[in-house]
């Protein structure tokens, strides 16, 4: 009996010692559209996230890393599925990758109630910037509408008389027009919203061009993005009524597609190619050489999230059971591609939005040039319904 | 509403339609004189677009990628035909069903391994990216119209094929009563051959013209093939008349509803529903169109079987 004992005593022990000799892992599970018309964003945000965790020794805080990937097809059930399993059976202790607001919103709650953290390098929905916000969730990149608060005030600024506006039919769509109209203060002609993931704009340019508008401003993602400008070209629209556009639909992704039609139309963005620190200029010229492409904002957003979780994972000193100072940690903000970055107490940053250009270099690249601030410190407009401190 | 609008709208439902033609003709004749459901009619759509695509990248030209394409695209159709659904002909429709769905599954998987996942680029050939006047003032993107000339003309092709010809003939009686076409003397293997290879070729001339304004990425064929259904029920199964005004029906609607609806809709409600509501009730649109349709004539309305 006397021997059971001391032999369980011993095997113990030996379990307890081996748990120290092998450091705890962290579990990122990241779910994110790598198929179909939105793949070019989601693996814009996956190659920026693993080029920080190359810089960073795949470790995180620390800690080493293990990251578990899966395709969401943009697709809210698939999208379901995949957290699911990362949350029971693989116990992630991080989630983040979504690109597309309504598939955050499909499985947002069902990771908020396992406690885990959701960082999100993209889709920034209104739902979690008021009063649904929580503390498991930051977001890295921007609330939906900011970017279009942006181009809002730019065109507002150029004194046009009014404007006609296009967004798909889905809640960053709708954030986006919202965002768009709080600084715009001009008529807006006409507010057009389509099926999300169209690709044929036919219809769409039909009415624009009836309505004779002094300029049109669209939020098209992805390949809505190149569809849509290419189209609107080919309508030969692009000569007679300028187009705005979000950086969204005007980044390296959609320059490569469209090509020379791009070249001259403004653009806003929170982060730009020559932001000039010392990180973001490893991030674009590593990205490049890596990757052999030119980086998106959404592969600066992939990067920032991978710093977030390192500076915060190892303010706490590793020890991820400490969820409030987890928290307190990524809300303080951390050192990124666009310089210390703040956050408001539901989670969205505050930071600068700039203007950019799509210009043709003498070399014949076309590259998007930030040729000036929009605004400074800009918090996202609900902030305030948030009962989080 | 300025005439020019509805003009430009009709025009691209037009458009639309026409390469929906081109797709419901194909699978509405296999339907309606094999008897065979082919859910993999999609996924030829696809590899046509593909195929287009990578031959633009060989040969330079988008007019010789289409031939290769269309040519290639029958070849691959009749190779199903003779090696899977061939197999399916005397099996109940589920038993089709299943197996075609596993084809789409098989193809999709395929075209990943070869292509990648990222959407293909296919552009507009250089001349016609620009816009026409077709009336004073009317602009219309030149490729549009070229087309709304290509769908015509294979539309044309067809109709002569099935009601000038000998072929067209077999094809008739075997849509009207197989047993007795068979009994007749009518070849049916090599013509259901032949005729797959046919509908392959027309879904592929399908691809390579909306390559350029949709997209070339896997699963592309899947929600234009719920359409070419649509089509090919409202048209009445196994009929190319039935096709043809089925598809210039859901094309004109559907491109309607995009486009009149929300502004009906606005006049009516508030700004919000009518936001709100515009671009769901345009989307269903054309599945009420169906259910109308079905309604009043449940064959459809050209029905090739009376």
């Known amino acids: ?389 | 509403m300025p005439p020019s609008l509805f003009i430009e709208q009709v025009l691209n439902g037009f458009q639309f339609g026409l390469m929906l033609f081109l797709l419901a003709a194909g699978l509405t004749l296999v339907l309606g004189i094999m008897d065979t459901i082919n859910l993999a009619h999609g996924s030829l759509y696809m590899i046509g677009a593909y195929l287009t695509a990578t031959l633009v990248g060989v040969t330079g030209s988008f007019w010789l990628a289409v031939l290769g394409a269309v040519l290639g695209t029958a070849l691959i159709g009749m190779l199903l035909e003779l090696s899977v659904l061939r197999q399916l002909y005397r099996r109940d429709h589920l038993s089709q069903v299943l197996a075609t769905f596993a084809l789409i599954l098989i193809i999709n998987e395929v075209v990943r391994m070869i292509w990648g996942s990222q959407p293909l680029l296919l552009s507009t050939p250089e001349a016609l990216s620009g816009p026409v006047e077709i009336l004073p003032g009317l602009y219309y993107p030149a490729f549009r119209l070229v087309i709304i000339g290509v769908g015509l003309l294979v539309a044309l092709l067809l109709f002569w094929l099935v009601n000038r010809t000998r072929v067209g003939m077999w094809l008739r009686a075997g849509a009207s009563n197989r047993e007795m076409a068979q009994a007749m003397g009518v070849p049916i293997k090599p013509l259901f051959t032949l005729l797959f290879g046919v509908g392959a070729g027309l879904c592929a001339i399908a691809g390579a013209f909306l390559g350029p304004i949709l997209a070339v990425q896997i699963g592309m064929g899947e929600s234009i093939l719920i359409l070419a259904f649509v089509v090919i029920v409202i048209g009445g199964i196994g009929s190319i008349k039935g096709a043809l005004v089925g598809a210039l029906l859901v094309g004109l609607v559907d491109t309607a509803g995009r486009a009149f609806l929300p502004l009906l809709l606005s006049r009516v409600a508030s700004p919000e529903v009518a936001s709100n509501l515009g671009p769901a009730l345009a989307s269903i649109l054309i599945y009420l169109l169906m259910a109308v349709v079905l309604f009043f004539r449940p064959q459809g309305l050209f029905p090739a079987r009376t």
């Open chain 1, 1 to 389: 009996m006397k021997k059971l004992v001391w032999l369980m005593v011993f095997l113990g022990l030996m379990g307890f010692s081996l748990a120290l000799a092998q450091p705890r892992t962290v579990k990122v599970g990241f779910v994110s559209t790598l198929s179909g018309g939105g793949a070019a964003l989601g693996i814009d945000v996956r190659d920026g996230f693993n080029l920080a965790l190359r810089h960073l020794n795949n470790q995180l805080g620390g800690l080493p890393v293990e990251v578990i990937v899966a395709d969401d097809q943009q697709n809210p059930d698939v999208a379901r599925q995949a957290v699911d399993r990362m949350l029971k059976r693989d116990r992630v202790d991080f989630l983040t990758g979504i690109i597309f607001s309504n598939i955050l919103l499909a499985v947002g709650d069902a990771i908020f109630e396992e406690k885990v953290f959701y960082i999100s390098p993209n889709a920034g929905p209104s739902e979690y910037a008021g009063e649904q916000c929580n503390p498991y969730f930051v977001n890295v990149a921007w609330q939906n509408d900011n970017l279009h608060e942006a181009m809002g005030q730019y065109v507002q600024t150029r004194r046009f008389e009014n404007v006609f506006l296009l967004a798909p039919n889905y809640p960053a769509g709708r954030d986006a027009l919202t965002g768009f109209k709080r600084y715009f203060k001009g008529r807006v002609v006409a507010e057009v919203y389509h099926r999300l993931n169209q690709l044929d704009f036919s219809a769409e340019i039909a009415q624009i061009r009836a309505a004779r508008p002094k300029a049109v401003y669209a939020f098209e993602p992805g390949a809505m993005g190149v569809n849509f400008i290419k189209q609107y070209a080919e309508a030969g629209l692009l000569r007679e009524i300028p187009l705005f556009l979000p950086g969204f639909s005007a980044d390296a992704d959609v320059i490569r597609a469209v090509g020379r039609g791009m070249v001259g139309i403004y653009n806003s963005s929170q982060w730009t190619l020559e932001l000039n620190n010392p990180i973001n200029q490893r991030f674009v010229e590593d990205f490049r050489k890596t990757y052999n492409r030119t980086p998106t904002l959404y592969a600066s957003q992939g990067y920032d999230a991978a710093l977030l979780l390192d500076a915060a994972i190892k303010a706490v000193g590793g020890d991820l059971s400490k969820k409030d100072e987890l928290r307190k940690a990524m809300l303080a903000g951390f050192n990124s591609t666009r310089g210390p970055l703040r956050f408001s107490p539901n989670g969205y940053p505050i930071q600068n939005y700039y203007l950019r250009q799509v210009i043709q270099q003498p070399g014949g690249e076309i590259v998007n040039r930030q040729v000036g601030t929009i605004f400074t410190n800009h918090r996202d407009a609900y902030v305030d319904r948030c009962k989080l401190r």
